[in-house]
């Protein structure tokens, strides 16, 4: 049998990524999720990209899904006079207010309320930390004086952090708002939102999305400030899935705190039952070279070792000059360790006071019952989705074959662990459907005769309910499907 992989893919479309030859090949090599990133996206661009996905995935029996991106409160300083060089002890007014070009003495900010909310001895870091500023005081109006303690070149528009400073600003810009409003017209499969720093901001999104959307878009809450990593029990119960993201979080915190906070992440979304992909620099140098660092193959390999849903590139496939070898690369990695057993998956039974608990308990058992038996799949029929976000949690060896009617949730589901889901709109008896969904099975290459599937199904079945009944078979043949 063909070897499969179970952790997914994210690629971030870009100039890269334009034509529908290229975008074939990355899904033939293992995409499974196409990232927009509004920071710096063109509808007209994103409309087109999103067409040929979806074609693609007509064409060639894909289910490629869309993550739409939202750049979120990102500060930046303005436009500079020529070259400016900032030196240590140097001190510098960052204003606000009607834009201008920035000199070596002051500089433009983009965010208004920045005066306001800046207090002395807060540092203000630029271009990913690598220029350093102190706070010295405030007029509270429109000026910050800051003292220079990291210096090097002052560059435009560079992204500007602020590690310690409490800011005002909603999550959800007016360009958010737009986006997010784009995006649902597009029917995007999940939305991410940065720098997310409580629970209050996923709400936001929420309610945006429930207003201009029949369908549930399920939200991803990209982890990347301090406050987010505190708060982080109440961001897991507003969202749908985790993103670590490292660049600014490695700025926002020392970077040496990373590599466990992403592990505290990686174990609070498995526990949560909800997806977490692990983001930023993973393969950069691929962007003008064929071959990976040792490192970046390690990180990679890492990540899917603690467990992440999904890895995620970025410049690697929007802007590189090899986003298909990339993608092949990864996907290398991916299954040359995803099947260790150093990777341990926290297996705590689920609590008995929730209203699924049934659900909960009948796909916890599924999956170690799977591991017991060596089943080589886990299939379930589900409407919702939600037994696939409960099994694939558990990280069973066998893969998780999941059949729907609902064609919203065939591609959303592409962004778990180890699903893969089918479109059946069958709902006849029982027996006649599981012999439908093992023919299929067979027919795609998931199974053999000799193999044993772990079936979950909701009795009655036709009633769509919850799932209540788990049914072990041993494939005696393999029918296929007329």
């Not at 004086?145 to 999550?171: D, E």
């Not at 099947?339 to 006071?353: E, G």
């Not at 799977?370 to 696939?388: F, P, Q, R, W």
Request: hydrophobic residues 40%; proline residues 4%.
């Amino acid at each position: 049998m063909v070897k499969r992989k179970k952790t997914k893919i994210v690629a971030t479309l870009g100039p890269a990524t334009s034509t529908k030859a290229v975008l074939k090949a990355m899904l033939d090599e293992g995409v499974d999720v196409f990232r927009i990133n509004f920071s710096h996206a063109d509808y007209k661009d994103v409309e087109e990209r999103i067409i040929m996905i979806r074609e693609l995935n007509a064409e060639f029996g894909y289910n490629a899904a869309i993550l739409g991106d939202l750049q979120g409160p990102k500060l930046r300083v303005g436009t500079m006079k020529g070259e400016v060089i900032v030196n240590e002890g140097d001190e510098i007014i960052f204003a606000t207010g009607e834009r201008f070009e920035g000199t070596k003495e002051r500089v433009y900010m983009t965010y208004d309320k920045f005066p306001q909310d800046a207090k002395p001895g807060e540092r203000i870091l630029l271009d990913d930390g690598k220029l350093i500023f102190e706070v010295i005081s405030t007029d509270l109006k429109s000026e910050v004086k800051a003292r220079v303690i990291q210096g090097g070149p002052l560059r435009s528009k560079k992204g500007v952090n602020l590690p310690n400073t409490n800011i005002s600003q909603p999550a959800l810009t007016e360009k958010d708002i737009e986006d997010a409003i784009f995006a649902i017209k597009m029917e995007v499969d999940w939305m991410a939102l940065s720098f997310v720093r409580h629970a209050e901001d996923l709400m936001q999104l929420e309610e945006l999305i429930s207003k201009h959307s029949a369908h549930k878009i399920p939200i991803i809450a990209k982890i990347e400030k301090p406050e987010a990593v505190e708060n982080i029990d109440k961001i897991v119960a507003y969202c749908d899935g985790l993103m670590v993201a490292r660049g600014d979080l490695g700025v926002e915190i020392p970077a040496e705190e990373v590599p466990l906070i992403q592990k505290q992440l990686v174990l609070r979304a498995k526990q949560a039952r909800i997806p977490v992909i692990i983001a930023t620099q993973m393969m950069e140098t691929m962007i003008s070279s064929l071959t990976p660092t040792r490192a970046e193959v390690n990180d990679v390999a890492n990540s899917v070792m603690d467990g992440a849903d999904a890895v995620m590139l970025s410049g690697e496939t929007s802007v590189g000059q090899y986003p298909v070898q990339v993608i092949r690369q990864m996907s290398n990695i991916i299954k040359s360790v995803e099947d260790s057993a150093l990777i341990k998956v926290p297996q705590m039974p689920p609590h008995i006071r929730t209203k699924r608990y049934i659900t909960k308990s009948i796909c916890y058992h599924a999956a170690n019952m799977a591991n017991e038996i060596d089943a080589k799949a886990i299939s379930t029929l589900t409407n919702s989705g939600y037994t696939a976000f409960q099994i694939s949690a558990w990280r069973p060896k066998s893969h998780i074959l999941v059949f729907t009617s609902n064609k919203r949730i065939l591609t959303q589901l592409n962004l778990l662990w180890g699903v893969k889901a089918f479109f059946y709109d069958k709902f006849v008896s029982t027996d006649e459907t599981i012999e439908d969904v093992n023919a299929i099975a067979c027919q795609k290459g998931y199974l053999k005769e000799g193999d044993m599937l772990v079936s979950l199904a909701a009795m009655p079945i036709q009633e769509k309910g919850m799932v209540n009944t788990l049914r072990i078979t041993e494939i005696t043949r393999c029918n296929f499907l007329e």
